[in-house]
């Protein structure tokens, strides 16, 4: 396997703070470690919601490949980007703390009323099903991409504001945008949300356990 692990990673600003706080781990206990950055399909392809381009293996199934091919040792995921079920070669061999996993709205505005129609960007099912729910005055604004696009769309009067996972909000310092938390017993979070999933080879997964003991 060589002196260095090599760990997989998506190119956006969040994925790179993921990975690196993996690698910080990793180098607290000896190991040597350093970031391999690509952009997968989810990445890419930014006009189309994930439900029509491939839903959550679009942002896993490049850096699967890399695992298998061994150009990477470990890939680092958001869980909740994590399909349900893995490929027959490849599995999950540990998880970081979870940060707090509820959801939030993000806006220039802080004043803004939830009871007030706004327009919020967002491209989850599940938050639209949930905004329909709860908020039906709300009209829904289609915005894919990393949270600094995102933000940039808002800025440009795409919406009046974002709903986002609190964890990537936070990871990336922009708690002060922060309007309102939403409760987690009513404004479900999926599954993983707030943790990071490491994946590995199964034929490697072994020797890196053992290699942490």
Known sequence: MGDTIR?????????LWQAEHVAQLLRQKGVQAELVAIETKGDKILDRSLSK?????????????????GDIHLAVHS???????????L??????ERETAYDVLV??????SLQTPLRVGTSSTRRR??????FPH???????GNLQTRLRKMDEGVCDALLLAYAGVHRMGYDTLIVHRF???????????????IEAHKELAPALRQGQS
Do not use: Y
Not at 138 to 144: A, C, F, L, P, T
């Open 107 to 112: 806006s220039r505005q802080k004043n803004l």
């Open 7 to 15: 760990i997989g990673t998506r190119r956006s600003q969040l994925a």
């Open 79 to 89: 869980a909740k980007d994590v399909p349900s079920t893995l490929p027959d070669d």
């Open 138 to 144: 709300w009209e829904v604004v289609d915005i894919r």
């Open 129 to 134: 099903a949930l905004i329909r729910r709860f």
């Open 53 to 69: 381009i491939g839903s959550k293996g679009v942002f896993t199934e490049e850096l699967e490949a890399m695992l298998r091919s």
């Open 183 to 197: 409760d987690l017993e009513t404004f479900t979070p999926p599954v993983g949300q707030g943790a990071l999933a």
């Open 91 to 96: 599995e999950l061999i540990a998880f970081s």
